[in-house]
């Protein structure tokens, strides 16, 4: 009897292990979610997230894509995701620290793989914007939507690749 109670104490303290991991970790995913309204600037002080304006369906807004680290930084590829039927994301360009960058990109519906690097192996200047993108509602849409980053691949020197936080950002849409 008392081998039966000791396995099971030692199953139930495991699943309160797993579910408490499991909690920390969607707590975490939500503060993420919420670091980035529409109205704030970034919040986080590593990783790549956005900077999201007031967005409408009357013209488009600059989108940034913001990259704090202190790695040395090369190249890096992403896959943006969104819901295309109530937004419309346009083609990205180089940020102003990052102007001599070569940014390529590949757009499907609803998600779009980008690629920042230099062909002279210079470093991708991070700690504020990197990369700017066109974003508009689409015709009077309201509502609340989510704009990811799902994929991120990170190198530095020496084709070493390293990982960072991503945050997804909440995104309010206004008529």
């Known amino acids: ?3 039966t109670r000791g396995k099971r104490r030692n199953m139930i303290q495991n699943i309160i292990k797993t579910n408490g991991l499991i909690l920390i970790t969607g707590i975490a995913f939500l ?5 980035c309204s529409s109205k704030d600037k970034v919040t986080f002080e590593n990783g790549i997230g956005f900077n999201i304006p007031k967005v409408t369906s009357l013209s488009f807004s600059d ?3 913001i990259l704090k680290t202190n790695h040395e930084l090369l190249g890096l590829e992403f896959t943006l995701l969104w819901d295309d039927q109530l937004i419309e994301i346009g083609d990205p360009e180089a940020g102003e620290s990052n102007k ?3 940014v390529r990109y590949k757009k499907e519906k609803g998600r ?3 690629i920042m690097f230099s062909f002279q192996g210079d470093l991708i200047q991070t700690g504020g914007s990197i990369i700017h993108l066109p974003i508009k509602a689409k015709l009077k849409t309201k509502g609340e939507t989510v704009l990811g980053i799902e ?3 990170f190198a530095g020197r020496n084709g070493a ?3 960072l936080p991503v945050f997804s950002s909440s995104l309010n849409l206004k008529e």
Do not use: H, Y
């Open 63 to 65: 989108l940034e894509v």
């Open 161 to 163: 690749s390293f990982e």
């Open 31 to 35: 503060t993420g979610l919420s670091s």
């Open 100 to 102: 001599n960058m070569n």
């Open 1 to 3: 009897m008392t081998g």
């Open 112 to 114: 779009m793989r980008v």
């Open 151 to 153: 994929s991120a691949v």
